[in-house]
């Protein structure tokens, strides 16, 4: 974090991650005041999200409202196609271009994209 100019938050859907994330600002914070002052969060990504599960809907919740619009607007999926292509020493978007997973991260893509052309 010290040479790097922002930071992707991935959040996983699941009770102890929201611990880790308090912990993760903290760190930001303290890179922030002793070496890196330009480092700048550019955004949480909820992961390994299960919407019929309703700890992912909570964290999903907690998260929207306590970081608002830092929380990308793309959630991924949990999704075992992204969780099988290390086995077969492939990317996940080449190993099924079509999966939820796949898919949504090309969506994350579009919106960093996005945000960005909008801070412009």
């Known amino acids: 974090m010290i040479a790097a100019n922002s930071v992707l938050v991935p959040l996983q859907s699941e009770f102890f991650a929201l611990e880790g994330l308090s912990q993760l600002m ?20 909820l992961t390994m999200y299960d919407g019929r599960n309703n700890l992912s809907q909570l964290v999903e919740a907690d998260a929207r409202e ?39 991260y090309r969506e994350l893509a579009t919106e960093m994209i996005l945000r960005h052309e909008k801070a412009l």
């Open 26 to 45: 903290l760190t930001i914070r303290e890179v922030r005041l002793s070496a890196n002052p330009g480092l700048r969060i550019e955004g949480v990504l």
């Open 66 to 104: 306590n970081l608002g619009d830092l929380v990308f607007k793309t959630i991924v999926p949990r999704n075992v196609r992204v969780s099988e292509a290390p086995s077969y020493a492939l990317p996940f978007l080449a190993y099924d271009s079509l999966s939820r997973g796949s898919i949504a």
